[in-house]
């Protein structure tokens, strides 16, 4: 069966709400140093990458034209891809700068959205 709209945007809620509950009290320090808090960082910034190229046209032009889609899309292919030129810096200023507005579209877009049928 495929994935709903809705699926989606409670995937890349979920996955923001992984991200602040691990990094809660942490520093740009402990990314570099704790291997295993920085891949489950690049993880739930995948998932939520993965899940943004589904976020159909009209709910991002209604809620979230504020968000660079293309850039929360393209960062999924860069800790995939160029994960060992990854800057840590810049990983830690998406946590700390673009969590909270990204967030707020994604709220918004499923408060408009009807909740997925159940599935059988």
Sequence with gaps: ?????RERLDHISQAIAEIR????????????TNRVLRLAFERLLEIISEASRY???????????QIPWQQVADIGNLV???????????LWD?????LD???AAIDAMLAATPPAPPKS
Excluded: C, F, W
């Design 21 to 32: 509950t691990i990094l809660d009290g942490r520093t740009v320090e402990d990314i570099k």
């Design 94 to 98: 998406i946590y700390q700068n673009d």
């Design 80 to 90: 995939r891809h160029v994960y060992h030129r990854t800057s840590t810096q810049a």
């Design 101 to 103: 507005l990204l967030e």
């Design 1 to 5: 069966m495929p994935v709903s709209v």
């Design 55 to 65: 976020v159909p046209n009209d709910l991002r032009e209604k809620y979230g034209q």
